[in-house]
């Protein structure tokens, strides 16, 4: 296989980067929308409880889309190519946000409003669907050897600055506007921002050009006529443990992130405000422990990385009660700033790990499924079962909720064969 030049590698990497720091952008000013406005601009007035929940069951459904878009996207993506398909997941995303920005809200269109947006969140989830493991190939399989986990860091990245340019955006607004404004219109601006975040992402990926892998894939056979039937009868077993070994990942951004921030501001009574500047400090741990697990995956290997990952994050379980419940600003910045390094450190080595369980024709298949099918088990109800193990039983049923997921992917990474050495 031919490796690219270094303009070239720059070139490539930078695309990996940029279309998933605008995907996740997308797909975070939702999640903090949900938080904070969802529920009473798009449902019937009542408790806030209520409407907190009614706005997560809307979050779960870009979840449920994923594996579509990941079935959807891979099918094309490993037939015809990488380009063309990271290309239109970016403009499905893109127009699914934007048209968000643009609904009315329940008290000017009754049922139609909540009706639209799950539409579009579902248009969010099929877009963000084909978009990460696209991405993910793109860097990998231009990767020279063993730099394959530091290359899939790239994509990786555009979690941490996706989601803190989209918290930005909040807290500029809340700090900028009153409470009434910001209810009223300020909160679209962030969903609109995102049409020239496409332009910006489209016009880096055109210049792209199909992976070496690929090519030399197509160069020797047709490709696949069903790649999602291949990963599920040849492939069942990387599938099933490449999807456990995310699970952890999901549960622990998102209960540190969607629930933290619900949680934070009604029941422990934090401004809006200071609870997202307590996120975007927190998730630049996350983006310290991107690179740092990548760098440590290409020496030591995946397993032992994430391995002492997860056990970090059970017992990160065991602390989210007492520091998250306790209502003190310097305990619950200190468990955010933990789950999201804790997060960084598992998610690094994703990038490259997933696409090493699965042959190139059908790789984006595969590793974009297993990446999405742990989003509806880690990730989809995460923020609601989360409010709604405090109703139960209190906060600390959270952290064994977020325990027991992080011991379910632990099981899955110790039958997982080491993929460092894999022949790509």
């Known amino acids: 296989m031919t490796h690219p030049s270094q303009l070239g590698a720059r070139r490539i990497l930078v695309a990996s980067f940029v279309g998933t720091a605008i995907e996740f952008y ?21 408790e806030p409880g209520v409407q907190l929940l009614s706005a997560f069951a809307t979050f779960a459904i870009a979840f449920v889309a994923r594996p579509i878009g990941a079935a959807l996207f891979g099918h094309f993506g490993d037939r015809i190519g990488r380009k063309a398909t990271l290309v239109a997941s970016l403009m499905i995303m893109g127009v699914s946000t934007v048209l968000i920005g643009c609904l009315p809200t329940y008290a000017a269109a009754g049922w139609f409003a909540p009706a639209a947006l799950c539409i579009l969140r579902f248009g969010q989830g099929l877009g963000f669907g084909g978009e990460w493991g696209g991405a993910a190939l793109l860097a990998v399989e231009n990767a020279p050897p063993g730099r394959r986990a530091w290359y899939g860091i790239f994509p990786q990245l555009g979690a941490p600055v996706g989601f803190i340019s989209a918290n930005l955006g909040f807290l ?13 219109w300020g909160w679209r601006i962030p969903f609109l921002a ?17 992976t070496p892998l690929f090519r030399e894939a197509l160069a020797q056979a047709a490709p ?24 952890a990942c999901y549960a ?5 992130t969607v629930f933290a921030l619900g949680y934070g501001t009604t029941t422990l009574g934090f401004s809006r ?15 310290l422990g991107i690179p740092l697990s990548g760098a440590a995956a290409d020496r030591f290997g995946r397993r032992p990385v994430l391995i002492t990952g997860l056990l970090a994050t059970i017992g990160l379980g065991i602390l989210l009660g007492p520091m998250l419940g306790s209502g003190q600003g310097a305990l619950v910045l200190g468990f955010l700033c933990l789950g999201l390094l804790a997060m960084g450190w598992l998610f690094g080595p994703m990038g490259a790990l997933l696409p090493e369980l699965f042959p190139t024709r059908v790789r984006y298949t595969g590793a974009s499924v297993t990446y999405n099918l742990a989003g509806i088990i ?6 609601y079962l989360a409010q709604r193990l405090v109703e139960w039983g ?31």
């Open 194 to 210: 995102s049409a020239a975040l496409v332009g910006v992402g489209l016009y880096v990926r055109l210049k792209l050009t199909e």
């Open 172 to 184: 500029a607004l809340s700090l900028g506007l009153d409470a009434e404004s910001f209810q009223a």
């Open 273 to 287: 405000p200071v609870f997202l500047l307590f996120e975007c400090v927190a998730v630049c741990f996350m983006g």
């Open 378 to 383: 880690g990730a989809s109800g995460a923020p």
């Open 394 to 424: 209190g906060i600390g049923l959270v952290g064994a909720y977020l325990a027991a997921a992080a011991a379910i992917s632990l099981a899955a990474v110790a039958l997982m064969p080491e993929t460092a050495e894999a022949d790509v």
């Open 252 to 256: 622990v951004f998102y209960l540190s």
């Open 224 to 247: 696949e006529r069903v790649p999602l039937a291949t990963i599920l009868t040849r492939h069942r077993r990387a599938t099933i443990l490449g999807t456990l070994a995310m699970v």
């Open 26 to 46: 997308d797909f975070y000013v939702y999640a903090t929308a949900a938080a904070l406005v969802i529920g009473p601009s798009f449902f019937p007035p009542g």
